[in-house]
């Protein structure tokens, strides 16, 4: 039982990094109808952001987290011009081909810049856990479940009583009528970039002392993230928080009784079961279309 507890700690902290990613996956999905591949890379620049600002030039932690955060809205705003927005009238394929390969320019870009080696994030606290009862915890993985919960009850409150999230809203159910109201679509999907590449990057800055910070990273979270917001449900916000969570939980517990080596092949096999059974997800529900 201590074993399973200490487990279930550390999976919860593993899956609300998922989640964050799967919520924005989910965020810009809902508003644009188009999957971003680039999620991923998202959490990557933040991460050698971090790197640069905290331990290249020994800023403060604090300022270099607003800094990265910053440097992730306008790189969410330049993503939104220079990928999205241009193919805006085009069909999903095309706007989910630029997306891919933004993701391979971000990736790349960071190499040419900063090398192949991966770097070290040192974590917030200098504490690095404490004894509850027989489970021991770790001040980041506490830090990562505490962001998460903040974050998914700020987004509860944001879209359900505040005007621009009820605009928000409106704009990923209709953008049509959207903009036949006076909301100013583009606006609206402005912001969701911007907000989904702040989520993205929060994510990357949380798991980069647990992880090292390298040019893979992005690229894995976004996968099992991108696994999670189907097996939750894809374009359901509930969906991505619990998929993201129980992709942590599985991949931890199957570590541990399974195999090490394969942990990360987990989410996929439970990805492709819910596939197979369920493949609108846990909160999706099917949908039939006339012949």
Known sequence: MDLI?????TGIGIGAVYALVALGFVLIFRATNVVNFAQGEFSMVAAFLMVVFAVDLQWPYWLSFLLAIGGM???G????LGVYYPLRHRTYLPVIISTIGASIFLANTTLAL????????PPVFETQGFLVGPVYLDTQYLLIIAVTAVLVAFQYWFFEHTLIGKKLQATSQD???????GIPVAGMIMLTFVYSAVLGGIAGILVAPVLFVSIQMGATIALKAFAATIIG????VTGAIIGGLALGIIETFGAAYISVPYKDAFAFIVLVAFLALRPQGIFG???????
């Open 5 to 9: 507890l200490q487990l279930l700690f």
């Open 73 to 75: 809205a306008a790189l």
């Open 77 to 80: 705003a330049l993503f939104n």
């Open 114 to 121: 900063y090398g192949p080696q991966p770097q070290v994030l």
């Open 175 to 181: 953008k049509e009528m959207a903009a036949l109201l």
């Open 233 to 236: 449900g894809f374009g359901d």
């Open 285 to 291: 529900e099917r949908i039939a279309e006339k012949a």
